[in-house]
């Protein structure tokens, strides 16, 4: 009992001492938190309030003013309907895809870890590096692609510089961009399934591959593929670089995406407070789908 | 007519032979369990009946039908699986109907919401509940229809997976380790259940476990199994009294068998050392004696042995003892009452037995008859 008693307060004291060493541990991860994420996140929430522009002196509040631009400014409203169009094309283009390429790898007997390294190449590739590579593959004159089209007798557009198609040839090669990514997940996914699920289906008497991936596979691939969804729609939202290398938002804005006008707002005009509203813009939309899928989906994906 | 019927059943993984000619007939309506050790191919025995796997070679009969090439769907064979394998994202009234509705419906009344416009759609589901509710009412599990399996215990899992099964009433029942997940007093309840269902439903079953205390108490007949042969079928008490192999012998029962090295003269006197023990059998040369725990008891006279150690259990006490001439190791099972008057460790004692309570078995394992004989030495006991 008396032990107890010494014991305690030595304890305590040992308490507060590691407590102490921990945040003095964490210390330069804090500032450094501090310094390069919430400040300037902070700043730039701040600034989307001001009309501050590069190179002027000062600046005014002028509360929701740059968001009551937004709503009248074409470039900005363009960029948006891009972005969503985009988003809306990638998106299920990616993911549909990634899981037919995973269920038939795992259905085949070999070759399982090629098709991954083959897949997943696009993912680690430098995106800047493959664009060009793209820019050859979609030339409208010496492209590949239109030289096998002219050899079935149609006369393939200019994917990247016709403003009809310029939005469909940048979702092309994002889907080739996320597609491996998400093949990897629903690999990890479906070897996470148990397997005596599926014998337990084919006892219960499944008649086909597709009651099959209805009873077992889909429901039970449910939180992978809800992450996929989050990631890829966050990945697509955030579509940049193709932009800049291929087309640069042309032509006639058809492929002005939301994170290209928030660039030339801010790197090119040089109206950094505005650039600062439609970071602020953009930020809102992700964490909208994100809390979207998480509050609606989560709860019918997991069944715990 | 035999329920499930295998014949010379042999199953291999790539080079490697897991069954090697497995025969087993199971009646219909008889309860049959597979004992063996681990890795002996019960699992995949089972699978086989299922078909989730294929026999190499080998046939398969079920209810007289040959089912060695039939889907597993098409088989009417049900199968409790050791984990049980409930679908995680359907309520239990869900997961038992999907036999029902896998059979009953077509692709399209299974569609979800299209599918209850189809034509007898909505008939055939009324009847699908009606008899899911049956199933889960005589399985206790009325309360529970509309919960996921995430939200029921180990026993209620269980159950579930044994109405999934028996829903529809299947020819043949398959049962892998049902009971290996739950806790002892659990286990002992479900035991009884099992057993009643079984009665109700009389269908043949197939039930793997380790468990020898599970094949004794539930079966109609055991089957041994070993190495990817089946040893002996028998029924339990033949299994235990009177089983046909050393390994048999060894399996079962607990504590392990006695094992005493002996010998056959040429007269057919059974020997231990120089001492008759009062058994004459047609072999000749080294026997091996196997000797149940509770067939020993301490005498004046008989084979000479020293005391190691005592372990008390509650409805007996072990007492366990070295062979003075060879040295093996011989356990007595004794009643509870002798446990305040056992020698200490390290005391000379000897232990009689009635002839006929020793097992012989010859130098392959195989088992060797034995008649009493009136010894002219004393016989002990
Ligand atoms: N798909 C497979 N591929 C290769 N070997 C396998 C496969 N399935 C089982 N085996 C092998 O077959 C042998 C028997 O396995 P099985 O699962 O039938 O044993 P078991 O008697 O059920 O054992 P336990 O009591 O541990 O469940 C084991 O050695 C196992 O390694
Ligand atoms: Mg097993």
Redesign the interface.
Known sequence: MSDLAIAAPHRRAAGTGEAMAAWALTLPAAIAYLLMLLLPTLATAALAFTDYELGLDGFRWIGLGNFAEMLEDRGFLQSLRNTLVYVGLVTPGSIIGALLLALAIEAGTRGRTLFRAVFFLPVVSLSVAMAAAWQYLLHPTIGPLNAALRVIGIEGPAWLSSSDTVLLSLAAIGIWENLGFNLVLFLAGLTAI?R??Y??????????A??RFR??TW??L?PTTLFVLTITMIRSVRVFDTVVVLTQGGPNKASQVLLYTLYEEGFTYFRIGYSAAITLVFLGIVLASMWLQTKVLDKRVH?? | MAGISLTSVTKSFGGNTVLHGVSLDIAAGEFVALVGPSGCGKTTLM?IV???EQASSGTLRIQGRDATSL????RD???V???Y?????LTVAENIA??LA??RLN?WQ?LPLLGGLMPGARATRRRIAGEVAAAAESLGLGALLDR???QLSGGQRQRVALA?AMVRRPAAFLMDEPLSNLDASLRVQTRREIVAIHRRAGAATLYVTHDQSEALTMADRVAVMQGGRILQVAPPREIYADPADLRVATFIGSPRINLLPGEAGRDGLVRVGDRLIGLRCAARGPLTLGIRPEAFVLAAEGLPARAEAVEFLGESVLLHTRHEASGSPLVLRLPPEAAGRLPASGAALHLGFAPGAALLFDQDGARRRAEAVVAREPALV
């Not at chain 1, 014998?199 to 086909?208: E, F, K, N, T």
């Open positions: 148990p005596e699920l014998a337990a289906a084919a006892v219960d008497g499944v008649p086909s597709w009651e009873l077992v429901p039970l449910g069944y715990a | 699978r299922a078909g989730i889907r597993a769907g098409e064979v049900a199968m699986f050791q984990s394998a409930l679908y995680p994202h999907v036999p896998m059979r692709a299974r996921r399996p995430a999934r």
